[in-house]
């Protein structure tokens, strides 16, 4: 449970994580890990982790709406997790079809807009239906960006976009002198998220500190949240005592705190 901080209203009950309606993350990204510890330590196969972490992607996403996040970015295969056995490849690939024939109801009935973000050709064609299919379904929503990273990797998102930069410049299109970071955040996989292009926190799960080739060039200022629970263990709760977190750090951008600039 959490509440709104509200000037009238002191602390509700000590159970309610009390939130500043006023700073709010609009763009939270997740790096969702733990779900094969979390289910090796239960004595049981790694996918039914996955399986469990999918029920906490539906509780996350309902909260991060109901707190009034803009988007909310979920890293949910890497570039580099093509690199796992097969046969848990290809629950992960299933796991898309069965989330969104589940979930786009609720999602359409919360006003949450699917989007997708990867190299989703790649993927197997019933998989690249489902995530088709969400997006189709959820349009015309109006209320925050669910965003799947899935295919996705940091790195190859940058070679691609300096590509085409580079395309432009051999083509005369573009004096190479006249790149700067804003042409750049342009050609980036995050471009149609406009000003929440950039997350404002970043958490990961299950104890990793590490970003595991995660969104590389928007994190440049994102405040870090790591958790020790492992995904499926995550919920509500939880987000909202990482949003606390968020709202205790000074975001200063290379600059000063506002009071400092007066001495
Ligand atoms: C995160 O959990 C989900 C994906 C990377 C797809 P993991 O599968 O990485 O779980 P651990 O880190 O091995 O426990
Ligand atoms: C990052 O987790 C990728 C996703 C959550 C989809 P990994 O479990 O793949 O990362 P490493 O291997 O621990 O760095
Ligand atoms: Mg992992």
Redesign the pocket.
């Known amino acids: 449970m959490f509440s709104f901080l509200s000037k009238n209203q002191p602390e509700t009950d000590s159970q309610t994580i009390s939130l500043d309606p006023d700073n709010i993350p609009a763009h939270i990204a997740i ?3 733990g779900n094969g510890r979390w289910a090796k330590s239960r004595h049981m196969p790694r996918i039914a982790g996955h399986k469990q972490g999918m029920e906490t992607v539906k509780t996350v996403t309902m909260a991060a709406s109901q707190m009034g996040v803009k988007v909310l970015t979920l ?4 570039t ?2 093509w690199k796992r056995p097969t046969d848990e490849v290809n629950y992960l690939m299933k796991l898309p079809t069965d989330f969104f024939s589940a979930f786009v109801p609720d999602l359409v009935k919360n006003n949450v807009r699917v989007r997708v973000m990867g190299y989703t050709d790649q993927l197997p064609e019933k998989t690249q239906q489902a995530v088709q299919g969400a997006i189709e379904d959820t349009k015309d929503c109006t209320g925050m960006v669910l965003n799947f990273a899935l295919n996705y990797g940091g790195r190859a998102e940058i070679v691609t976009g300096v590509k085409r930069l580079a395309q432009q410049v051999s083509d005369g299109q573009l004096d190479p002198t006249a790149i700067d970071d804003e042409m750049i955040s342009n050609v980036l996989m995050t471009a149609s998220l406009g000003q929440y292009r950039d997350p404002d926190l970043l958490i990961r799960t299950s104890g ?1 500190e ?1 970003i ?1 080739n ?1 969104l590389l060039w928007q994190i440049a200022y994102s405040e870090f949240v790591f958790v020790k629970e492992h995904w499926p263990d995550f919920n509500g709760d939880s987000l909202a005592k990482a949003v606390q977190t968020y709202q205790q750090r000074h975001r200063r951008f290379g600059g000063l705190e506002p009071d400092e600039n007066q001495k």
Do not use: G, K, T
């Open positions: 790096i969702m890990d890293y949910a295969f890497s580099e997790n990793e590490r595991s995660f």
